[in-house]
């Protein structure tokens, strides 16, 4: 079945750094891929999407691209902020169903 | 994007009770979905409530232990029924937005810890 991989946390940042945490699926087909972010205390929200191979998802000066060769959807920042502390999870759905897949979320600590 | 807000936001519950979560929804929607989400884990998807219709169970997630009710177009409920500390998490409410790309919108969650 579909399945998503991502790299271990916590990591740990100091402010201005640049960020990749790492995010690999396996989909029948070609999914929808979703980062989508928990600050402390609160529900998820949707960071960024790509619908299809080679589109790049952008928002709050994160970006990843849908790498369908290598199965990849890595997340990346140029210069992290403290509020950029949070829990990042990378998830997959196929277009038109309604379930979507979640790697197990990778913790995030921006040190001032 | 919807809005939604659940009930209780948290709460200590004792072996062998039953809690009723609330999750309401500024908007009419089509689907919603309740996660459960342990703790130091991954979200897992409990069930898919639509308005007017039987809960859609996921494999592992029973109707008599999770009960759902819909029984309007932005409002669901899922009772966590006789817990045991196992069944202390996160319990996170979703609606679906853009269905072109199965977007979902969460709820701040449910958290529950069971003594």
């Known amino acids: 079945g579909d399945s998503v991989t991502q790299m271990e946390g916590p990591v740990t940042l100091s402010e201005e750094a640049f960020l990749t945490i790492n995010c690999t699926y396996t989909?029948?087909?070609?999914?929808?891929l979703f980062w989508y972010v928990q600050y402390p205390g609160e529900g998820l929200q949707l960071l960024l999407k790509?619908?299809?191979?080679?589109d790049k998802g952008s928002n709050k000066g994160f970006e990843a691209t849908y790498r369908k060769e290598t199965t990849s959807f890595h997340l990346e920042k140029g210069s992290v902020q403290v509020s950029d502390s949070a829990v990042y999870f990378c998830?997959?759905?196929?277009?038109?169903?309604?379930?979507?897949?979640f790697g197990a979320g990778t913790r995030l600590f921006v040190k001032a | 994007s919807a809005v939604i807000s659940q009930k209780p936001s948290r709460d200590i519950c004792q072996r062998g009770t039953s809690l009723t979560i609330q999750c309401q929804v500024d908007?009419?929607?089509?689907?919603m979905f309740w996660y459960r989400q342990q703790p130091g884990q991954s979200l897992t998807l409990i069930a898919t409530?639509?308005?007017?219709?039987?809960?859609?169970?996921e494999s592992g997630f029973v109707i008599d232990k999770f009960p759902i009710s819909r029984p309007n177009l932005t409002f669901s409920t899922l009772t966590v029924s006789n817990m045991s500390p196992e069944d202390s998490s996160i319990y996170l409410c979703?609606?679906?937005?853009?269905?072109?790309?199965?977007?979902?919108?969460f709820g701040p969650g449910t958290r529950l810890t069971v003594l």
């Open positions: 790509a619908t299809k191979a080679d």
């Open positions: 409530a639509n308005q007017g219709s039987e809960a859609t169970y």
């Open positions: 989909a029948t087909g070609y999914p929808s």
């Open positions: 998830a997959l759905s196929h277009t038109g169903g309604f379930k979507t897949i």
């Open positions: 979703s609606v679906d937005g853009d269905r072109a790309y199965n977007e979902q919108f």
């Open positions: 908007s009419q929607v089509t689907m």
